[in-house]
């Protein structure tokens, strides 16, 4: 029998890389994208070396026609995916008024369009095959409003409600469906958010993608609903319960201002 394929976007670096390799090393093949063709040859390379087979698919996924360009190309390739990981993403520090406008859609159209569209092209095949799943990269941002970033904390508020009800949409299935929600992780992230002189950067301890995706790993293939990496942010996604709204927006605000 042939070794299971997850595909796993935004995997050039950084978490996505990260766990892409949790993956190669239980025994899976990888299907790799992202827009660095360089970058995914040098991680293919390594998971190579770990005795998976893997493809690279360069792919911009932050255009509205992005999941459907990736789709052909698995289709070019013959490949069937057995586990999804919605992985690419970014986030901007800017007040909306302030902020490039279309960078913000390219954010809604990767972290919440993309991810969509490639959950709904590929889960029917995992349903019909009765085996596999998503594993949704959210965010400990998808937990509370984020002034300043506005869009991002919305757009993984966004990717854990989907996956909560996809989980409950996939009981019994043979399929089940994962939200990862990191706090802060050292990755390429931040630059791209150009958010490296905030306060939240220089007060938050900062995970390793490795670590996130050592975890972020084993839940999911347990079949967890909700993945929280580290005790300080579980305090964190939990705390926005008790705490009134109008006093975590102004934390945060303070928190994400350069
Ligand atoms: N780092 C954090 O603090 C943190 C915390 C919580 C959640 N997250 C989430 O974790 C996920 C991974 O982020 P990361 O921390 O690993 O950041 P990263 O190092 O910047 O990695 C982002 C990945 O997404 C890819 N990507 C970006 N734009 C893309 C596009 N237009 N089309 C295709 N791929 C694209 C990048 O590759 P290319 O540039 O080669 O395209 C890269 O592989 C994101 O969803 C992020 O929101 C991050």
């Known amino acids: 029998m ?11 670096g950084g978490i996505g890389e990260a766990l892409a390799t949790q993956f190669a090393r239980h025994g899976y093949d990888v299907a790799l994208a992202a827009r660095s063709a360089d970058r995914l040859a040098d ?46 993403g970014f986030g901007d520090m800017d007040p909306v008024a302030e902020a490039d406008c279309a960078k913000l859609m390219s954010m809604v159209d ?34 509370m409003p984020g ?40 990755s390429g992230f931040q630059d791209a958010a150009d958010m490296k002189g905030s306060l939240l950067l220089k007060l938050s ?20 609903r909700e993945i929280v990496p580290g005790l300080s942010n579980k305090i964190m996604a939990v705390s926005p319960r008790f705490t009134p709204t109008a006093m975590t927006m102004r934390l945060i605000k303070k928190l994400q201002t350069q």
Do not use: W
């Not at 042939?2 to 995997?11: C, E, H, I, K, R």
């Not at 043979?174 to 706090?183: I, M």
């Not at 490795?210 to 347990?222: D, E, L, M, N, S």
């Open 205 to 224: 301890p900062m995970m390793g993608p490795k670590k996130v995706a050592r975890i972020g790993y084993k839940a999911f293939a347990k079949g967890k």
């Open 147 to 186: 002034p300043n970033m506005a869009v991002y904390y919305a757009s993984k508020a966004y990717v854990l409600s989907f996956t909560r009800a996809l989980y409950a949409e996939l009981k019994g299935s043979g399929v089940h469906a994962s939200a990862l929600c990191p706090g802060p992780v050292k």
């Open 43 to 88: 991680v293919a390379a390594k998971l190579a070396g770990k005795g998976a087979k893997t493809h690279v698919i360069p792919v911009d996924l932050a255009v509205p026609e992005g999941a459907q360009n990736l789709l052909g190309a698995l289709k070019d390739l013959h490949l069937d995916v057995d586990v999804l990981v919605n992985n690419a």
């Open 110 to 143: 990767l972290n919440i369009r993309t991810l969509t569209e490639l959950s709904c092209a590929l889960l029917p095949g995992m349903v019909d095959r009765r085996r596999g799943g998503v594993l949704n990269v959210a965010s400990t941002a998808a937990f």
């Open 2 to 12: 042939s070794a299971p394929l997850v595909l796993v976007t935004g995997a050039s």
